[in-house]
T-cell receptor
């Protein structure tokens, strides 16, 4: 059964700094997904990583996938306040997505 | 606008009451899902459907039932609500598997007192 773990659960970072969120999964996953959720809102798709070595970038966010290590990372470059949100990774297995617990990111001046 | 619509958006129930949450999508998606979101626990899959007339259990199915009589609708029922079912419920849909991504509804905030 696929299990997905994220760390850290909470991340408070200063504007302009870099940081990485880690997502480990337990068994084979067809794909790996990253979502963003603002407080009180629904989930917004950020990235879909299809294969080993995949890297995708959007603005200050970059996601990568290492299927051999069963690890995906979401790297934040020069954080800004607008990136404050909760970030979820999810693995895909037998018709469904299984989500991690989420990383609540807070960016302060 | 095309997408996933959840009703109601908010509801307060008394313990033991029943209710049905409705999810409707107009994108002709085959797959539909119900998740619950609780603080510190991420999203957990309750039930899902891979097509009209089909349903399957997810990670936390106990206390819930579902039906998919029409392709565009996926209903989540609570027969006898319990305080442990206080949560935010999200519906999602996907055209197939593996999904290129889910389309999520805006959520239903349910409180059971």
């Amino acid at each position: 059964e696929l299990k997905v773990e994220q760390n850290p659960l909470f991340l408070s970072m200063q504007e302009g700094k870099n940081y990485t969120i880690y997502c480990n999964y337990s068994t084979t996953s067809d794909r790996l997904y990253w979502y963003r959720q603002d407080p009180g809102k629904s989930l917004e798709s950020l990235f879909v990583l299809l294969s080993n070595g995949a890297v995708k970038q959007e603005g200050r966010l970059m996601a990568s996938l290492d299927t051999k290590a069963r690890l995906s990372t979401l790297h934040i470059t020069a954080a800004v306040h607008d990136l404050s949100a909760t970030y979820f990774c999810a693995g895909s297995n037998t018709d469904k997505l299984i989500f991690g617990t989420g990383t609540r990111l807070q960016v302060f001046p | 606008n095309a997408g996933v619509t959840q009703t109601p958006k908010f509801r307060v129930l008394k313990t033991g009451q029943s209710m049905t949450l409705l999810c409707a999508q107009d994108m002709n998606h085959e797959y539909m899902y119900w998740y619950r979101q609780d603080p510190g626990m991420g999203l957990r899959l309750i039930h899902y459907s891979v097509g009209e007339g089909t349903t399957a259990k997810g990670e936390v199915p106990d206390g819930y039932n579902v039906s998919r009589l029409k392709k565009q609708n996926f209903l989540l029922g609570l027969e006898s609500a319990a305080p442990s079912q206080t949560s935010v419920y999200f519906c999602a849909s996907s055209p197939g598997h593996p999904p290129v991504g889910y389309t999520f509804g805006s959520g239903t905030r349910l409180t059971v007192v």
